[in-house]
């Protein structure tokens, strides 16, 4: 897990209460980060088995971003709902 994550946590899942998704399966997605910001991936153990040849992308599930005041910025995808939501996806 990455240091922004752990950094974050309380607000993600917070976050993740507040619009009822699951923070537990936010937290097992695979994570991409850089200064100032986090992406959740869901990986897809069934595709991709190519490697390199087969270049099946990671989608976005939750882009999180530190503004300039120090808050965090929550984004939502078309694959947010699908990979933490809880209940039914429509």
Not at 23 to 45: I, M, P, T
Not at 61 to 79: A, C, N, P, Q, Y
Request: hydrophobic share 35%; charged share 35%.
């Amino acid at each position: 897990m990455c240091k922004l994550f752990d950094e974050w946590s309380d607000e993600i899942e917070r976050y993740c209460i507040d619009n009822n998704f699951s923070f537990e399966k936010a937290r097992k997605l695979s994570q991409c980060w850089g200064k100032n910001d986090l992406v959740l991936q869901h990986y897809d153990k069934e595709l991709g088995k190519n490697g390199l040849l087969d270049e099946t992308p990671m989608p976005v599930v939750l882009w999180i971003k530190r503004d300039s005041e120090g808050k965090l910025i929550f984004e939502e995808t078309e694959f947010t709902k699908k990979y933490i939501g809880i209940g039914k996806v429509s």
